[in-house]
């Protein structure tokens, strides 16, 4: 017997960064913190991360712009992990914002009637779900995404009367515990104490680290096997495009045949748009190229287009399950959020909105497509007003975050993205001025090019 | 064999409501929905909640006051379930607010350094944290109090390295995965799939439908025990006053033991403060009575004193275990709140908030005496600002609901608690004018006299 | 802040030994080992327990005797932890299997019709279901103890539709996962990787090291509090006796008691009757004395009669919700077992083996009121034929090993039980000589006099 | 909006027989049932399975025959599912079994040294461990083959401090709750109340319904992701040959890829060989004609010759990890299966029987290829002394359960196997007589000629 193995000592796990939002960057965080930091060193907790990758206590933001304390200013790629899609305190929706609080309007409400939730129910229908054919019953299941995806779980295991979700490999859904349960990083999980306690399984995304990958077939081979060991589950849980995963969207033909599997298997689908949705990959939802229309769908992060805290999650109307009160939460129903997203919604049906939502696109796509081309070994992927730049063949995260230092010494905020923070995630907002988008690609391209 | 036993048939499971902030009152939920609600029908899910119990579309709030669109005024004795305990659109906090949005503040900042947070982190530590000799680490672990309970069972199984918890029955945690698998409401968990999945052992609480209880007696039974089959765990959570269980007060003696008990075994205290905290049942804290220091105590409702969402974890700084970004959130940075929550912190170190306060409670309690002087089988309990008037062995949820239906016609809103809604959940702001909290009792007396 | 607690060590967890029939005895586990031995220790694995505690090779038995390769003879007050109630190679059944065996009887059939299977059901409902009034349908899931467990526990589950089990402090009932997940012993949880992962919820014994208990006063409160955070459970599942927990009866009362308030809601009493029954703590069934009646009951160790591999789960007709092949097992029809179980059946209703099984209750219940009375410190449990001498108070698990070690020393095998293996379990067989009876109390008797 | 699903009705969860050792045949289950029944059909539960497909009550078994009460005879191609590789009472065996009953052998002994244990050590390790240069450690973890996997599982994830498993669809491990947490049939896991509560990943395997699959491919695109949702598990279990799985052999190559990919991780590689092993399906162990050398091995079903339980947990002796007792079972030393066990290890030095067992295996595969060749549609695979005939393409089910009828009613017993029973699994003692042999394989050919 010759076997060399010892694996009583276990091998240590890969391990990856987690974000909700990008995530540190390695190469920045021996930067010393700045003056006036020390509050936050004596009172709040290691586990803050982004003050560490851009060390400057901001204090003021418009458009694109944050204005540091120090006078320093910075162009925002990042938009707040895309929240911020129509920009920081967007003067139309600052206006509504201002005109409420002075109008002293219920700035708290649990789920009472209120004037500005019913303006919103209309607007949203109105600008959004009307203009594209869709029928959705929405729920406030609290204010933050993960809220969001935990209701679509409940909503769909309730439905069906099933336990087990399908998730892919690279997704990211919130760090509470029902959406941890569905997010594949390795490291957020053992944070969480998620090992594996729900029925859920994980299949490889259509892109991965690994390759392409026939994720639908996989599906599809499992469930048609009776003894596989994997039930029909409730629902497969999906991002049109895995923005923490990498900026990694699926194509429309993976997207049509998984819902074609999900829907002939009476399985539901949910998008969850929490990162793609809102404008960010191509229309209002990343899933609307592909032409699908799934059973759930999660919104939440730039739905109230202010940075505050709202989400929703949309269901077909047949799947209303629900009894009175068996999904509450105290913010659930975040007045001020629900002003400034009507104001949001409404800029659906403005056509200056949509042109610069467009410029923003193209001018993306053409700096990927620079870059792609200059250097063949990057990987550049995108989507409408998303672009990643993926270094893993060419420098790999330690080039990514020199990138992401030079930017930041160069007065631009970029994040990363990618199981090693080997892509560079570059996120605009939809209404950027076109010479400050065009100063922006600039830095990134001089931080690029540094190398070559 | 003479068993009469047929078990094949499931027993119905008892159920009672569940909520995050009072319930649905069945006796309301035939009334008429009122005028301009055809949007809510149509667009929003059934989960909906108190706007079947509380039929009225609001549109301005101010003090204890909620004014409808129909030209209602409501006196409010709910308080967003405990997020309001400064009243409706406080004006210090609302010019604070209209500064900051006038000034362009950072509205969405992830965990980046802010001056709004950095402020916040001040006044909190001078005005609360400081007085109290209490030497905490604040994690911002999300915007809500489950997030606040999902980060703390996360941190404290981290730094314990064992992953059971033990919870009370009738405590109330939060709608996510996590909290609500230490949640007693069977209803809730149903709903949510949560059915003993994870490692929680449930205790009754020290007092409850069934009477006293020795928990800690059974607590320290089963951890004494090496073949109980109960784990040392790596928690205990509980609520020093259980809100939603009933309002009901552990007693400073039994909080005690508690603490010895899990002091002695190495097993971390967590006080769920979310609604019992940010002075509704007694100092700052409901555990400050007692003089226990937790290990972990969760904030959140009334943090940010203007009911816009906004939580806290607050752990020894020995727990802080976190790895930079193990625990994200889209919105754990809400500035708007941070503004509001500095303000709201300073209200604690105000001579005048302190007297208003007390006088609310004191009036309360005389309310309290006199209705269990009136009645004896009326149990009345309460501490601080809110008061439970029990009518299980006096009419029950039936009664209460009557109750709550005479005081909405006449102009109040009062919320039910317990397992049957039997309980009347009486919450004022703190804040409130003499006068205005007279009136309201007033309506209270009415309605429990007019079946006297 | 004045904690001194420094939890994140996390405490060591109390420590308590498994096993499935008396454990070691760590006084004993310094003897040499003797010779002929060598086989074992190149090529056993390190979890052999009980050749630790009797260094010695068993070569032949008979009746309560058991011959050493080295010439020495032991009395075994042991009896394979119960699976010996009529000695070691019983005439009777010895002559039935070696006629089985020369006239090459079916000796493996899975679940197909056999003669043996047929003339064992037949037995078994002649001479135990029928004279005792009992209706219960058999299966044989298997041939050990901890499959008539797995089964008794999926049976339950299935018939009614739920998932959670209630099971005691101190229990015993198998090692397999299932079966795991209702055993008390941490030691063996942890062994087993079950850290709660299923829906079991543990309450105290009516006796245990804690002392008496209300266990179905808990129980009730439980089930009857909706918010309790306890679901009603598919079945309890209890030993009339609790064997490994340090012999421990139930009171009548109690399981009346527990009888009473399972049925009352519809949920199934399993009755573990593996250690317990078989005639070796009262009548056949352990719970006969109290009048009930279980839902479900398993039976093993003892069923066989001679020491082969053989189970049953029995349950009321009603309760046979299997599907064909449902549960299956490759050694679920051990054909040999059957004929000497047909056999040792046959024994119930023979007046000789009756009067020999009392007259051997008579002598240890005897003994056990002579060590009462002369040190009242030790506290002597019993029932039937077995007698548990609790030297808790009087000596501990040092005392226990000590007098284990002299009885071995002496010629004697007596096990040990209780969290701490402070309990002498004295086991002979039901049928043993009167006079090797006495002497083997005789030697128990100067053990325990060694000391006084 | 036009999406047509109406997935709120779970839709049927495709079911598939399950069998430990074969299963019921539809088409055979309307006979009626034979004379001397009725004590079957009053006492035992609904559970039983093989009667239904083989009406007949058997009294006799030699060699490769079993002898009904009716004076029916039956050759054996079924052998126990697997129990009996060297016929049924084979008299070398018997004769060593009669004699150490004569004796008055130990028949019961827990895990105390018994010269019958030490004798079956000696034996095991000269005639099949040495032989192969295996230096494996022994469990005796209970007389199943679950109760090796059970042990199996402990061992591993014990060793490793991890709790995930890789499993594979299509695999069958066993019927208590730890063992069918890694096996496929979902028609198994449903009645076992398995839902996923245990970290077990399943991938599919080689070969199955769906085709030829990659699966160390995708094991390693899922271990080598840091965001995968999989975790690095402590070990993979997998058969060498799924028997249940339809008789399907793992190729050389793709075995020792998986060996690879575990040995590289520090995961450990448990083969169960409980169906495959002890000569059925090559040489001793089915794994050995790949060269690798598992991890962990499980033995059982022929392992003690004679069809009495009895079963091995082997491990690398660096991963006797275990503590003593923490794994116990009453029945984890059946002497009279040592007995026996030994005699049968011994034939592994024997010329006559490797001869037997090669013309055996000669002859099926010789059959084999003829229906191959006459029938192109019907699949053929086999190892050694098992041959699966797959009529997935050409009659499915009911074809096999037609030539299962066809056999029965002709004197032969054969099992089916695959998800939908549309698998002949044909295996003859090893050492049957070529007579009987060509027989029984003329009845297949006359019940598969039937048709063509």
Redesign the interface.
């Known amino acids: ?11 240590a ?9 990008g ?2 960057a390695p190469g920045l ?1 021996d930067l010393p913190p ?1 003056a ?2 020390a ?2 060193d004596r ?10 990758t ?9 458009g694109a712009r ?1 204005f540091a ?1 120090d006078g320093r200013v910075f162009t925002d790629f990042f938009c ?5 899609n129509y920009g ?2 967007n003067d139309g929706l ?1 206006a509504a ?2 005109a409420y ?15 500005a ?2 303006e919103f ?2 607007a949203f ?1 109105t600008h959004v779900l009307e203009p594209r ?3 959705y ?4 299941p ?6 969001a995806v ?1 209701a679509a ?2 909503v769909a ?8 979700v399908i ?5 990211f859904h ?6 941890l ?13 998620v ?8 299949v ?1 995304f259509e892109d ?3 390759g392409a ?1 026939d994720s639908v077939g ?1 599906i599809e ?2 469930l ?9 589950p409730a629902a497969v849980i999906v991002e049109p495009v895995q923005m923490e ?1 990498g900026v990694r969207p699926a194509s429309a033909g993976w997207l049509r045949r998984l819902r074609e599997a999900t ?1 002939r ?4 689908l949910i998008c969850d748009e ?1 990162q793609s949705g809102c404008g960010r990959t191509g229309d209002f939802f990343a899933f609307e190229e592909s032409g699908i ?1 799934p ?1 759930v769908v999660t919104v ?2 730039s739905l109230s287009g ?4 709202m989400s929703l999650t949309l ?2 109307p ?14 659930r129903g ?3 959020a629900f002003v400034t997203a009507t104001a949001a919604a409404g800029l659906w049906s403005d056509e200056v909105f949509h042109r610069s939502r467009a410029e923003t696109a193209r001018a993306l796509a053409e700096f990927g497509a620079e870059v792609a081309d200059r250097e063949p070994a990057v990987r550049v992927r995108g989507r409408g007003a998303v672009l990643g730049i993926d270094l893993a063949a060419s420098g790999g995260g330690a080039r990514a975050a020199h990138v992401q230092r030079y930017a930041f010494d160069h007065g631009l905020i970029v994040e990363l993205a990618g ?1 090693e923070d080997e892509v560079l995630k570059v996120m605009p907002p939809l209404t950027i001025d076109p010479a400050e988008l065009a100063d922006g690609i600039g830095v990134l391209r001089a931080a690029l090019l540094n190398r070559i």
């Open positions: 017997m010759t076997t060399a193995l010892t694996p009583v000592a276990p091998a796990a890969p391990t990856a960064p987690i974000r909700s939002a995530t540190t965080s700045p006036g930091t509050v936050f009172g709040e907790s290691r586990v803050r991360l982004y003050c560490r851009f060390p400057v206590v901001l204090r003021r933001a418009k944050l304390e707040g992990a895309g929240s911020l920081h305190n600052k914002l201002a609080v002075a109008a002293d309007g219920v700035a708290h409400g649990l789920d009472m009637y209120t004037v939730k019913r129910l209309t229908r054919g869709l029928e019953t929405a729920q406030f609290g204010p933050t995404g993960t809220d935990e779980l409940k295991r309730k439905a069906t009367g099933r336990s087990g998730a892919f490999s690279g997704g919130g760090m509470s515990r029902g959406s349960a569905v997010t594949g990083s390795g490291r957020a999980r053992r944070a969480g104490g090992h594996g306690q729900d029925p859920v399984t994980f490889p991965g680290p690994g990958f996989l081979r499992l048609d096997d009776p003894s596989s060991g994997v039930e029909t995963g829907e298997r009476g399985i539901l929490i229309v059973d939440s992060k202010y940075g505050l805290p269901f077909r047949e799947l209303d399950v629900w009894e009175p009160g068996e999904h509450t939460g105290t913010f975040n007045q001020l199981r």
